[in-house]
């Protein structure tokens, strides 16, 4: 729920001094906090059923959520899954908006709390899509899904008036089982041409109202795409390799690029602990003396920024 004011889009713009465009509050699932209601906490920056209102429903809604340790990188995941209760099916859900739950499905829905910084992020940008990285476990005939909305002011998903929305990105994950890590790729729908105020994102592991009971999803490294030239641009998977083995990084970037490249490793605070230049088409051997944690790679290539978090042991 609370801000982390240092966020992974402020870590490359304070390294490299780009005009970098927002990206999503704590977008890897790494950090996680205690909250009031039962003992499963929640991601940083993201809220369940159980911040939910009413409070009363709150405080008996089940745990839908956990972190997960099998992490596309970094060492945590975000874990969903869906629970039979009260004769309904709770699907995995979170958001970083707030959500208003109903023992009816049909009348629960997520919302923005405009005065409340724990339950709204700010987006005043026009991003091309969102990807991010997801496995699932579906129950015959679910699907997981994520929904994003750009919108001014405060709105809810679902909504009867949607005059403020700006663009909605919307994505149904397979309906059958993926036990590897996979990239999704989601284009944004615009339907103006003014800038949002906000940005909603809403991920499940079952499909809304209809869900069944027992589906599970895994959803890591989010991130939003600008294509215009001011951000981090839309990289392919094998645009930057990097391995760590005994606390030694491996760096391999295809030599198809050949303009010069700054590397910087990044603690999470955003500092570096490594910076030097490196040769494309070869594996670049870097020694870290640091102590154990999750570090951000960055790979400066002019116009183009390639990161990649790795966990140090």
Not at 176 to 203: G, H
Not at 209 to 216: H, R
Request: hydrophobic share 40%; proline share 6%.
């Amino acid at each position: 729920m609370k801000k982390i004011l240092l966020g992974f889009a402020a870590l490359i713009l304070l390294t490299f001094g780009m005009n970098a465009q927002t990206q999503l509050e704590n977008p890897g699932f790494e950090n996680w906090e205690a909250i009031d209601i039962g003992p499963v906490p929640e991601p940083v920056d993201w809220n369940s059923l159980r911040t939910a209102l009413p409070l009363n429903l709150a405080k008996i809604s089940p745990a839908v959520w956990d972190s997960s340790t099998d992490a596309h990188s970094g060492k945590y995941s975000l874990y969903l899954y869906n629970v039979a209760t009260f004769g309904i099916v709770a699907p995995g859900t979170i958001t970083n908006e707030r959500i208003y739950a109903d023992l009816d499905p049909n009348k629960g829905y997520t919302f923005t709390e405009v005065d409340d910084p724990d339950f709204n992020m700010p987006l005043p940008h026009r991003p091309d899509s969102i990807t991010g990285w997801f496995k699932c476990i579906p129950t015959p005939g679910d699907f997981g899904t994520i929904k994003v909305i750009l919108h001014t002011d405060s709105t809810s998903a679902p909504a009867t008036d949607t005059s403020n929305w700006i663009a909605v990105a919307y994505h149904e994950f397979p309906g059958e089982t993926v036990s590897n890590w996979t990239r999704f790729s989601v284009p944004f729908n615009y339907y103006t041409s003014d800038k949002p105020d906000y940005i909603m994102v809403i991920i499940t592991s079952g499909n809304g109202v209809t869900a069944l009971d027992g589906s599970e999803a895994w959803f890591d490294d989010l991130a939003l795409i600008y294509n215009d030239g001011t951000d981090i641009n839309e990289i392919t998977a094998d645009d930057l390799k990097v391995y760590v083995t005994n606390r030694t990084l491996t760096v391999f970037i295809d030599d198809k690029h050949t303009a010069s490249v700054k590397l910087q490793v990044l603690d999470m605070t955003g500092r570096p602990v490594y910076s030097s230049g490196i040769t494309t088409g070869i594996q670049n051997r870097i020694r870290l003396d640091v102590p154990t944690g999750v570090y951000i790679v960055v790979a400066n290539m002019g116009n183009k920024v390639l990161t990649r978090k790795v966990m140090i042991r």
